[in-house]
């Protein structure tokens, strides 16, 4: 492994491993002789006949090859650096299907590629999603060709335990895995299984298992079953293509992209949004966010429209007629209706809140709201802590706020204890247990932001465009590593402080300042950026009102990593203040608090944990933690 700012041939200079694999290690690199980003790929078994070749492959989407060397580090192929996730990291963000037209738009792109490259007779053997990058501009690339010519690749998600043999097998075809001579068909099948895969949000039964019980009925689930909004000839084109047999496949990239086409042509109107079937069930995901919207494809649910009275015949009488029972009936309702739509509307325009977007399904299957009302004519009122026990906070030291050399403030938080947990939140929210932090500390009054990341790194995570004019917003595709990172360069300096990430029970302490509320503070709007009132976008520190201990952005605006170990309640947690380091030895799951932008209302409070791995970068950032270490400090 080749650490940071290593140089190679006195011209690429190292800046992060984005993955590795069976077939190598990919890094981001920086040429330094004509300052741009690269993609850097070790390989064990390269060759420059084989760097010439793919150097002269010309396609838009597919990345070009700039260079190959070896030295003692081994052999090397210099790639254009494609910024982006791929088709599987987005999947696993999104949490359901993507649209057919998205996947279809896709899918005429890459039946383009595939035809540009059979017809080189270069067949790519190990189409998946996460192979297949998205730019923000909507561009897709086709990315590794270690399985075709064990040459290129430079994909985020490359695990050595996903590929069996020179094959990823839920997406291989039965000729592929028995070793039995693959062709152009054979990277139709796996490019069906990846359209499968993205159009239902279910990885398909591999093709192996399929051979061996398809002669009683296909075990792979039809399309139309798992995903009812997707029309039938765009199903039938996609499992045409994972035929076992070759032969009743599409027999060239050109015919199964021209079938794709006319199927999308054909397809029927899309239903109404509030027939839209909820998603196909899923695994616990690491975020577990709503939308108020449609950002994410899912629909809002409908109020229902009031149906008016049928029409009655007029009834003539001899006197001066008065109104009619059906009339007094139908005007008083559509007073109460008037009314109850003001009272809304104000509580809306009020608070921000929304009553039927509040809300989340949970893995348990029970829905919990994270805002009640008294009644309709009141704004919301936060739900009180589930124990009556207050907080006890001793009084700040004389030094309440320090600045660092790179003007991080940090603001004293002084010992106490409070209950931590919720009963009104998720299962990992409990059970609700009283803490002790018997020492206080220093926390950064702001998320880390970018100016301050690159002041002390002297790079940009990701593209070094990143930050520019966002210099005083929160930095939010850290990694846990990438924390770490800079955590290490401030202890390196010496400066009388121990820096570090909090601890989850130090974080939520920090978050209630005092208070037993879901939130800290009765009206959100006044404290968070989310999903409500961010404009989809994250905003600069220190735009809301601060807690009680003068820290920022406590809730919304960006994810901020802490120290522990997610787990999936707490029994058994520590109850000092320290962190929880068992369970979860691989990384899997590290605590992130606090929500982000995009979050609901839910997912903001004071006790809404989530997670993710150590390599994850969405909406992430960090809030640091110091404790003086020199007498007088």
Known sequence: MLSPNTILQNRYRIIRELGHGGMGTVYEAIDERVNCLVALKTTRAASAREAELLAN?????????????????????????????????????RGRPFSESEVLQWADKLLDVLQYLHGKQLFH??????????????????LDFGLAKGAVGQMPTLTSDKSVHGYTLQFASLEQILKQGTDARSDLYSLGATLYHLITGVVPIDAHTRSALIK????????????????PQVA?????????????????????REALRKAGAARPPVPPISTIPAPHPKPHYWNSRIFTDDQDGRPNPVVPTPIDPKPVDPVVIPNPPGPSIAKVLLITFGVILLLVGASMAAVVLKTGWVPWSDRNVYDDGQTESATKTTNANTAPVVV????????????PSAVSTVRNQFGIELVWIPPGSFMMGSNNGRPDERPVHRVSIGQGFYMSKYELTWAQWLAVTGNSPGSPDNYKGNED?????????EAQEVISRLNSLN????????????????????????????????????TKNSGSSYQRVGGKQPNAFGLYDMAGNTQEWCEDWHLPNYSGAPTDGSAWMAGDEKGLRRVLRGGSYH????????????????NYNLETGVRLVAVAVQAGR
């Not at 075990?219 to 009812?228: F, G, Y």
């Not at 917003?473 to 590593?481: A, G, M, S, V, Y």
């Open 57 to 93: 492959l010309l396609h838009p989407a597919l990345p070009k090859v700039t260079d190959y060397f070896s030295d003692n580090d081994g052999y090397f192929l210099v790639m254009e650096y494609i910024p982006g996730d791929d088709l599987a990291k987005l999947l696993e963000i």
């Open 125 to 142: 053997r190990d189409i998946k999603p996460s192979n297949l990058k998205l730019t923000e501009e909507g561009g897709l690339f086709l």
């Open 216 to 231: 009683q009925t296909d075990p792979l689930p039809p399309i139309p079953k798992i995903n009812t909004v997707v029309s």
């Open 236 to 256: 039938s084109v996609i499992h045409r293509a994972m035929a076992i047999e070759p032969d009743k496949r599409p027999t060239s990239a050109r015919e199964m």
């Open 384 to 395: 009180t802590s589930p124990s009556p026990d207050q907080p006890t906070v001793q009084t």
């Open 473 to 481: 917003k929160p930095i939010f595709w850290l990694t846990w590593h």
């Open 495 to 530: 400066d009388g402080y121990l820096y570090r990430m909090p601890t989850e029970a130090e974080w939520e302490y920090a978050c209630r300042a005092g208070t037993t509320s879901e939130y800290y503070a009765s009206n959100v709007d006044d404290i968070a950026w989310y």
């Open 599 to 614: 979050s609901a209302p839910i997912h903001i409070r004071c006790a809404s944990r989530s997670w993710g791995s150590q």
